[in-house]
């Protein structure tokens, strides 16, 4: 497989441009090598019709790593990340596919759907985004993890989730792993919540059983550092509605936003919604904000290749995409403290 230092499984596209699948050492961070008799993760990629065929298959055998009595060896995702990761963690931010320019299945696999079960129906329905901190937490809005819509209640959280309306989600490429739909066991809200006008919006949710790691679920990183550099680009990833679209869309999207002075938000949303500290301040350019669908969403930052969460989406303008009108977010360094400290070990 070459150097031992660094490896690659190339997938060959038009043009200069490589996607792939970075093998630092033998295997990928949060990857460990074990026998493919003891990673379900890969067993069941081997199921997909996708990989059937010569073309992919020495693809996967690519990620092999050695040999143990007769039994390959294999990258296994086995991350056993108990707690929360700040910045420079290895084991966190860190997306396990990379190129310039892609945008594609599992570059954020830290974002959540976070699913809502009509008492009646049975029927689920996905009113916000969240992100993965921890094998069992995923981190959100407390406007979200305390919506009540009509006739439904809060229930699962979905994972390794790209494309909405197709499953598994396969591109050219490679074929990302099934999602997982997991249980909500409880969650931990901010104590002092005030609805009405959006005050310490943050909450945990805590999963009955443990997420398991791959290319497309992994933990992201908190941002504990409380400076930000004014104008800088953030992004914006979650499902939903952007300025300019009329219907919902079902593949994960972004959006970059720069980051503007807290005393913009003050300035128009500051009579009839008290911003404070513990707030960040996003947006503003014209046609371009999340109007729907966004709330709990993470807001992103890349530092040196390692995504680190900033911000959650909490509230914004009526007139979404208005110029000169930017969102508010909910500032994780302010919390991340609480986060800490309310979070499973």
Partial sequence: MGRAEE?????????????????EGRCPPNTSCVPISSCPLLEDLMDFSCFSSDKYFHRLNSLTCGNNNE??????????????HPPNTAECGRSMVRA???KGIGLHPWVARIGFTNKDTGTVRFACSGSIIA??????????ALAKP??????????????????????????????QALKVENVV???????????????????????????TAAPLCLNDKPEIVINERATLVGWGKLSGQTNMVGKQQQLEVPLVPLETCESIFGESV?????????????GRDA????????????????????????FGSENCGSEGVPSVYTNIAHYFHWIVENSPS
């Fill in 7 to 23: 490896e690659a499984l190339n997938f060959k596209v038009s043009g200069m441009k490589r996607y792939y699948v970075i093998l």
């Fill in 71 to 84: 039994e390959d060896l294999v990258c296994c995702p086995a991350c056993e990340c108990a707690r929360v």
């Fill in 100 to 102: 310039n320019d892609y």
């Fill in 135 to 144: 094998k069992r937490v995923v981190l959100t809005a407390a406007h979200c």
């Fill in 150 to 179: 009509e006739g439904y209640k809060l229930s699962t959280v979905v994972v390794g989730e790209w494309d909405t309306t197709r499953s598994p989600d396969c591109n050219e490429y490679f074929c990302a792993p099934v999602t």
């Fill in 189 to 215: 809200v901010h104590p002092g919540y005030e609805q009405k006008i959006f005050r310490h919006d943050i909450a945990l949710i805590v999963l009955k059983d443990d997420i398991k790691y791959s290319v």
């Fill in 274 to 286: 008290p911003v404070h500290e513990g707030q960040l301040c996003a947006g503003g350019e014209e």
């Fill in 291 to 314: 109007c729907s669908g966004f709330g709990g969403a993470p807001l992103l930052i890349n530092r040196d290749g390692q995504y680190l969460q900033i911000g959650i989406v909490s």
